[in-house]
């Protein structure tokens, strides 16, 4: 209990996640009041907004070892029913939330809205408002797929602060110990952008890097040194903030965030963990020495080691597992983090000089993209991808998953992380390889990567007349690419009846004020049955 003159607080809004045909998540934190190590909290879920028809209903404890997080699995509601909850403590109440269980049976349609890559520092989240308004209206969502970069762990040094500097993060310095995850969660949580969002959808959500650090991989992370203690330790961290502070059904002990949820015969969603799970370390060019032939060997036979997985073992046969056979829904959906199609780098014309130079001509200088760029070209033939930290940089394991993906008859990828849109045929290298040109057959599975919520894409390192040629060279480039944007933030809507799937990209006309407008760009379409992407 706490005291009559600090009474607990709901500052961190509500959220639901990961429903069940007969079943939700739903989340809240208390603000306890003086040094309270325990609120009870009371919990309940109706038909309706008003609370006139109360379908299930209990209470909960608030404790400060899970920092006075609420999480309820609620049970026993009804299959593709919308709901609404609250939460109430010590005589305050919470906002109400709004949320949806799985349908069963046929429903006539499957839409997600698709988000990622929310810097705090770097702008306002009037992405996620945007998506909290859609449901004003007939074009309303099942779910908010969360693919990663939820936050990121970066302090007062970290990219971004500059641009708006009264969104300082907290604390100011990198996240790494519990309390500074928490923080860090908490933070962004008060957000009303965020929160309207929350409070308006159910969010299947998944961790990136930037939850724990960046570039993580299964022993490690580009962003973590021996200084910063153990990684194991900072891992850890991060996990168990990540699981009080979202609305997730936790595994059982020893299993892993990556999961699958069906939408009666229409949509089987899988998630997918390529960060925490098993991935294998990155490769940097840094560790060779490309002007030594011998060095250059043992790169190209570390890139193509089939042992080097982006899953791990463990996630790899469960997928397999899950995904072979006759399937019992019409759309195979892949929600996961990394670009799965091949970004080759173009070579495009220095406009001072008129003479060919590398994608880094036109680039401001960034060491990691320079260095990716320049060791193409020292490589000639090999046909490398732009990011090691890809799928570009794993490619035996993208031709397993290629293989799995082709013997569905409708698979559709949707990924995070690039801060750019993108629709890409799935094309495999070796079909690439021979000169595919679209319209051939080839594509294996579609994917949309959606833009950042506020996190800086590859225009922020392109001079503005620029962005355009660059984006024309990149595509030329790449013919699996059907689109691409390089200029805004934004989010993507994809949506699936039992004849069609469709990814449509939607943006925001600025992160720097309030009172943003969507702005709609282009739906691309695939039928049932056949694949490859049809343009607008």
Known sequence: ACADDDPPRFEHGVASGDPLTDGVIIWTRVTPGDDAERVGVAWRVAADPGFGDVVAQGRADAVADADFTVKVDVTGLSAGGTYFYDFSAGGARSPVGRTKTLPTGSPASVRFAVVSCSSYPTGLFNVYRQIANRSDGDDDLDAVLHLGDYFYEYGLAGFGFEDLPDRIPEPPAETITLDDYR???????????????????????????????????????????????????????????????????????????????QYGDLVTLTMLDTRLAGRSEQLDYANYDLADQTSVDAFVGDYLDPARTMLGTAQEQWLETRLAGPRNTVWDVIGQQVMVGQLYVPTIPNLDGLTDNPLVGPLTAIAELGSTLAEENRIPGLGLGFGLDAWDGYVPARDRLFDLLAALPNAVVVTGDFHNAFAIDLVPDDVLATGWTRGQTGPVAAEFITSSVTSPGLESQIEEDLIDLVQLAVQLKNPHIRYSDLRRRGYLVVEFTPTEASGQFFFTNTIRVPAAQDVAGPRYRLIAGQKGLIAP
């Open 183 to 261: 923080a860090r969660h908490a933070q962004y949580k008060r957000d009303p952008d965020l929160q309207a969002m929350h409070g308006t959808h159910p969010m299947i959500a998944v961790w990136d890097d930037h939850e724990s650090a960046n570039n993580a991989w299964l022993g490690g992370a580009e962003n973590h040194d021996d200084s910063e203690g153990a990684w194991d330790v900072r891992r850890d961290a991060a996990v168990q903030a990540y699981y009080e502070w979202m609305p997730i059904r936790e595994p059982a002990a020893g299993g892993s965030v990556f999961r699958q949820f």
